[in-house]
């Protein structure tokens, strides 16, 4: 990428002035971010800030990847957006909100999932890229994209309380490339182990410091200047506020860039971190209506209601369920009887699905049956003053 014959308008000059004056970084600085591409994969948690502060700082070229739609549970933690943009594509409102920031900028969109099929193609088209991912099988097609096209990813990953950022595959001064996830990572955890956001939940700030940090170190591998997080490991945890370094080294098992690489090419990431698609299909289980349910309770039908959600999911909405949270149904079993219908009910019938498969599987239970759509189906059809949620 040259900069030398980057030039800047009075008001782009105005604009970055407070960049301009730092002495280490001065108009080249500005020159090579105006030069340079950033793709940001992911505009949720970690890409709202990320694209914020690269857009502000003057990333001339800034690509966003994401094929989710606004949804009002980001907005306590993905500042890119705000109501007016529920419902609609991330990557649309996003491009708004960045032009809005910096018009001397341009925005390219991306609205697709980041897959084995485009994800070289994608990074191929940019000088650095970011990683706004919350999930195992995309990280490490993020990170295995980036080490066959030769290029820096700027990794971050969060998880309720705790955050951790790092530089990986950065081109170091011999012409060697340092460390990458897969040396950090070398075999992901097993599936169901790291809970995503929607199942732990993540306070909502965590994703906005670590964020940042990862646009202060894009900016870092853009400007040269200062030592990146290559090679290290950056943890942080809220709670203590305490944070520790650790040191990454180069694994020589490495599949990709090890001293025997095995992989040329990109993988099934699903099947590798042991996301089996076909056996992810649950079995059926019983299921019974919310106009079912209106009558039996109508006709005092015996039953017994259980509600397997969160205790402040049961503050906001409840239709007079025996709450039992679905991670402690297991050892539940006591208040769970096997003599009479239960019916065993949720937001959606998703949760309550897997309650009965657990319960079916571990106890033997065979009078068990999920409320169909859960309590939203109940507020769509039986009692619409229900608070939505």
């Known amino acids: 990428m040259s900069h030398h014959n980057i030039t ?18 001065n108009i080249e600085g500005q020159k090579k971010l105006k030069a340079s591409s950033v793709l940001v994969i992911g505009s949720g948690g970690l890409g709202s800030p990320l694209l914020l502060y690269l857009a502000a700082a003057g990333v001339g070229r800034i690509g966003i990847v994401d094929f989710d739609i606004v949804d009002v549970s980001n907005l306590q933690r993905q500042v890119l957006f705000g109501i007016q943009d529920v419902g609609v594509s991330k990557v649309v409102a996003a491009s708004k909100r960045l032009e809005s920031l910096n018009p001397h900028i341009s925005i390219e969109v991306h609205d697709t999932m980041f897959t084995v099929d485009n994800a070289r193609e994608l990074v191929k088209q940019y000088d650095v890229v970011a990683d706004g991912t919350d999930n195992f099988p995309t990280r490490y097609l993020v990170n295995d994209a980036c080490v ?45 182990l790291v809970p995503s956001c929607a199942e732990g939940g993540v306070i909502g700030v965590l994703p906005g410091i670590l964020g940042s940090l990862q646009a202060l170190e894009v900016l870092k591998v853009i400007s040269g200047i200062g030592d990146t997080l290559s090679g290290r490991l950056f943890l942080f945890d809220a709670t203590g506020f305490t944070t520790r370094i650790l040191k990454v080294r180069k694994n020589k098992n490495n599949p990709l860039n090890g001293e025997n690489p095995t992989q040329t090419k990109l993988i099934n990431y699903e099947q590798f971190c042991g996301i089996d698609i076909k056996s992810e299909q649950p079995r059926e289980v019983a299921e019974i209506s919310v106009s079912i349910l209106d009558k039996w309770r109508k006709e005092g039908v015996d039953h017994l209601l259980i509600d397997v959600r969160e205790p402040y999911e049961y503050g906001i909405a409840e239709i007079g369920g025996e709450l039992i949270p679905l991670a402690t149904v297991l050892e539940s079993t006591d208040r769970i009887p096997k003599d009479i219908p239960v019916v065993v009910q949720c937001r959606s019938g998703a949760r309550s699905a897997s309650a009965i498969r657990k319960l079916e599987d571990t106890h033997g239970y065979t009078n068990l049956v999920n409320l169909t759509g859960g309590i939203l189906g109940w507020q769509e059809e039986i009692d619409s003053s229900l608070a939505r949620y």
Do not use: M
């Open 8 to 25: 800047f308008s009075k008001e782009e000059l105005e604009r970055y002035s407070r960049h301009l004056i730092i002495p280490e970084f």
């Open 148 to 192: 066959l096209e030769d290029k820096v990813n700027v990794y971050a990953s969060i998880f309720r309380f705790e955050g951790q950022a790092s530089v990986f595959n950065l081109l170091l001064p011999d012409g060697t490339r340092g460390p990458n996830y897969r040396d950090l990572f070398p075999s992901p955890p097993p599936p169901g």
